[in-house]
């Protein structure tokens, strides 16, 4: 069975490191309303326009999700 986005996400994270998606890591993880069990793009998305205002542009949420696909599909 492959991860949530959010397990993923939790892989990423890195108190120490200021790269994007860490960042976005780090606040997901202090974020108590985020979906952690979703594997759908649209769901997430549309959850982070309207409650990621820790996430300075949603570009930072497709590269992470690109990089969550990648993983996934190997």
């Known amino acids: 069975?492959?991860?949530t986005f959010y397990?993923?996400?939790?892989t990423q994270r890195n108190p120490e490191s200021y790269e994007p998606i860490a960042e976005f890591a780090n606040n997901a993880f202090?974020?108590?309303s985020f979906p952690k069990q979703s594997t759908n793009f649209n769901e997430i998305s549309k959850y982070l326009?309207?409650?990621?205002?820790?996430?300075?542009?949603m570009t930072v949420f497709d590269d992470a999700w690109q990089k969550y696909l990648e993983l996934n599909n190997h």
């Open 30 to 32: 202090y974020d108590q």
């Open 49 to 57: 326009e309207l409650n990621g205002n820790y996430l300075p542009s």
């Open 1 to 3: 069975m492959s991860k």
């Open 7 to 10: 397990q993923f996400l939790m």
